[in-house]
């Protein structure tokens, strides 16, 4: 949601099944195929909220570029001050890397189940190009810095792996439209940057992105409640 003085965002993904980003050649009990290495076992889960405060709030609206509940008439931007906490987990029946290559990994890299809990705090910066009167672009850059938990539980004898250390996490928004009094309509691409890492044996790298478009038709409510 974006509103004058803050923006703030909860999230819970959840996705199933995975495949390798290159293929192999790999033995079945007929045959000998070359594919994509499969993994419907995998499920990773990722639950988020974040609260940023617009410090120049009476010139820059977040809400004019992307839930287009106000209008911004003339170009401006802002500092952004925010904090976020991040619960991200991952879960297989079995190890997360293939039995034939558990030796190439240390111990504490053969989970079957790992999560890592983040709080941070981040900075940046937003600025609205307005332009021909009604339209108008956006760009939003929100570095963040925190401290996570990483755990991990391994696939072959259950021991448990704790770490707490420093992680980066990057926000970029794009959005660009057209917002007259009766109606508006836009695209926006909002994407998010979380670099996990237990600071001695391994990182993990999630992101996601989401890409609207929108188009609305205000009406004045007045003209139907008129006697």
Partial sequence: ANGRRFMYD??????????????????????????????????????GLTLTYVVNNKRYSSGASYSLSQKQKKSAGSLL???YAFLYGITADSSIY???LSQLFQHELQFSGASSTTFGLSCGYTYTFIFFRNWYANITSLPGISVQNFYSVNAYDHTSYSNVSYAVSLQSRISI????KNYFIGISW????????DNQFSSIQYKYGVFKFYYGHRFDARKFFKK
């Fill in 81 to 83: 001050i925010g904090t």
């Fill in 190 to 197: 909002i994407n998010n940057n979380f670099f996990i890492d």
């Fill in 98 to 100: 293939p039995d034939s």
């Fill in 177 to 180: 439209g057209y917002n007259r």
């Fill in 10 to 47: 909860t999230y819970y993904r959840s996705t199933q099944e995975f495949h390798s980003t290159g293929q192999y050649t790999m033995r079945t009990p007929t045959d000998t195929v070359f594919g994509y290495y499969k993994r419907p076992d995998i499920t990773n889960y990722s639950a």
